[in-house]
């Protein structure tokens, strides 16, 4: 084979293979319905490493996704966060996307000369899955720090309550019935009652 003759050519694939063209995803937004997408874009001149700071742009445009199907579904007291609905929509997305950050996947990352972009993606079905499995933790979780700060009344009991309550802020979209003392309660009311109670 004669070596020589084929060099040029060699050559040449591999200079075009530095070159490589952007993915498909930069310029034709992905519509798999079954995901939420994200897209982020950070400059060089922006960070020490746009990678990353890209990489939490693409997180913010799905929380924003998430966010919207929150506040399509939110059941909650405004007065508990503020007074507002935006700031309660806002707090329980954030606390979520906490929550959910080992289901999204990180799928691919391109740079250029100018900055990095970077494409994160979140399975609405495993969204979901993922939700109802914590909120069902967050549930049993709350229920028995009530069942412990009725044990001996102190102020322990009003911190117990207020674990209660951190445990379910991020699942207030949809109400949590609960089985107290016998009787049926929607869970959320419930440690609002017991706040009342022992803050008197």
């Known amino acids: 084979m004669n070596f020589k003759k084929y060099a040029p050519l060699c050559l040449m694939i591999l200079f075009l293979g530095c070159f490589s063209s952007p993915p ?7 519509d798999d319905l079954k995901y939420w997408h994200g897209i982020g874009f950070a400059k060089h001149s922006d960070s020490n490493n746009p990678k990353i700071l890209a990489k939490e742009f693409a997180i913010h445009e799905v929380s924003s996704q998430i966010k919207i199907n929150i506040s399509s579904e939110l059941d909650i007291l405004t007065s508990d966060v503020n007074g507002s609905i935006e700031n309660v929509i806002t707090s329980v997305m954030n606390s979520r996307v906490s929550l959910l950050l080992p289901e999204l996947e990180f799928v691919d990352s391109y740079s250029t000369d100018i900055g990095v972009y970077f494409y994160v993606r979140l399975n609405k079905e495993s969204y979901y899955k993922a939700i109802e499995r914590l909120r069902n933790n967050a ?4 229920l028995n720090y009530l069942v412990q700060s009725d044990k001996k009344f102190s102020k322990g009991s009003l911190v117990m309550i207020q674990k209660a309550w951190q ?34």
């Open 139 to 142: 549930k049993e979780i709350a």
């Open 167 to 200: 445990e379910i802020f991020p699942f207030n979209d949809e109400p949590m019935e609960v089985q107290y003392k016998n009787q049926k309660y929607n869970l959320f009311l419930l440690i609002r009652k017991k706040q009342e109670e022992f803050g008197e």
């Open 24 to 30: 498909v995803w930069i310029d034709n937004r992905p």
